[in-house]
């Protein structure tokens, strides 16, 4: 029921942003016509990423993932979401962290589970608060890319902008990796133990 809603939720998304880039051709609004296909462009790119490396990640991630998409490139961008609320640009940041925080966990965990791999909790949490991290990075760098290339003004102040982004990034993840830690001192005890039997049900090469 709640994968059906999610779905349903995603290709409604996916449909506007079709929409949005018609009329921003008709219209000649080109900053919204780039946004939009950048936006749909990126929120296919986990489905591509998943079958070239054989994983049926969950309907739950992808959905996680649109939404994040959605609200940073396009709501952000071409409905200047950033400008007219203060606290968009750090719910977005925060709220990513956390998520893609945990997916590092899961990933690492279900190869722990499985006995593939041998680790203290620590270094799990370690590498969950790394890779969350790293794709915030990674973020800043398309941002910059955005702003060099096409004109636009994803960092808005800079340098400065992009420090604070980095900042709540680093407090996400240290959230989602305290998590995760605590997580297995419990063994395997949580909100966490859904998730990620669901992602080693719907990924065979991570099952023992």
Request: proline share 2%; aromatic share 18%.
């Amino acid at each position: 029921m709640l994968e059906g809603i999610q779905i349903t939720i995603v290709r409604f998304l996916q449909g506007t942003l079709v929409v949005a880039g018609v009329l921003a051709a008709i219209r000649g609004s080109w900053t919204v016509l780039f946004a939009s296909s950048i936006t749909l462009a990126v929120i296919f790119l986990p489905a591509v990423l998943g079958r070239n490396f054989k994983l049926n990640l969950p309907v739950g991630f992808h959905f996680i993932v649109t939404l994040f998409i959605y609200a940073t490139l396009f709501l952000g961008e071409a409905g200047d979401f950033y400008e007219r609320f203060w606290w968009w640009d750090v719910l977005l940041h925060t709220g990513s962290a956390i998520v893609f925080g945990i997916v590092g966990f899961m990933i690492l965990y279900t190869l722990y589970d499985t006995n593939r791999f041998v680790a203290r909790p620590f270094m799990i949490g370690l590498f969950s608060f790394a890779f969350a991290v790293a794709i915030g990075a990674m973020w800043e760098i398309f941002e910059f890319t955005m702003d060099s290339f096409f004109g636009l003004n994803m960092q808005k102040s800079g340098l400065i902008d992009t420090m604070w982004d980095l900042i709540i990034d680093s407090i996400g993840a240290l959230i989602a990796s305290t998590v995760g830690y605590y997580f297995i001192k419990e063994r395997g005890k949580g909100f966490l133990s859904r998730a990620i039997k669901k992602f080693t049900a719907s990924s065979p090469q991570f099952q023992r």
